[in-house]
């Protein structure tokens, strides 16, 4: 069966990364959370003093230490998905917390961060067979994609999500905390000058407002068999 590239990108705690990882179980393809490289840039900054007081990063200084931050996944069977790490320490769970969520952002806006973490996934994507989830997978890293999807849904249903999910793995959350960072994240994301958070042209958009999981998962597969097959 021809392998494809599939690109799925939207705002902050939407759903993206469950319904990647879901499809490229599936289908027997790599699945990347592109996310997760870009906190993890955070938390090595966020480790190594590379924010001031303010809140900006030390840019200079993060410049020279990028060729000391190595990322790369290890599939982890009983999770079922790929686990992040960072210099070769699993960094899963630092990765999530609602600090390295406030600090993400920023980060994300620097052309040089961004220009690394795009070869990175380019590299990964070079031979298809490929599911990647993030901001600007089809717009800027994959534009050749086969199967764009833009996944969108209101911030207060997100932040409910988010806070649900936070809840039953027993952590603290706070729902307003929650609700302000998925909201600022979505402003910086969408007006940095760099790859900004915008839906590609031949992307098809799906809000999953009022989708359960199981339903949003069977409108995938039906947009990948229509590419494979067609
Ligand atoms: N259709 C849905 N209905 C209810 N909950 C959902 C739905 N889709 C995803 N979720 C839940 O919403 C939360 C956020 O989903 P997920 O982590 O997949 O989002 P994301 O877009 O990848 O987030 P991020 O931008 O932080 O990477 C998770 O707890 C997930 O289980
Ligand atoms: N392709 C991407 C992916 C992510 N970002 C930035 O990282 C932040 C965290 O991403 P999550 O998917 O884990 O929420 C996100 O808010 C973006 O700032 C990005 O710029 N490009």
Redesign the pocket.
Known sequence: MKKITIAIDGF?SCGKSTMAKELAKKIGYIYVD???M??SVTLFAMRHGLFNADGSVKTDALKQQMSNIDITFKFNEKAGRPDTYLNGECVEEAIRTLDVSNH??PI?AIPFVRAAMVARQQGMGRNKGIVMD????GTTVFPEAELKVFVTASAEVRARRRYDELKEKGMPADFDDILKNVQE?DYI?SHREVSPLRKAADAIELDNSHMTIAEQNDWLMRQVEQRIEG
């Open positions: 902050s592109t996310g997760a870009y906190r993400v952002s994300a993030g901001r600007d997978i994240r994301d």
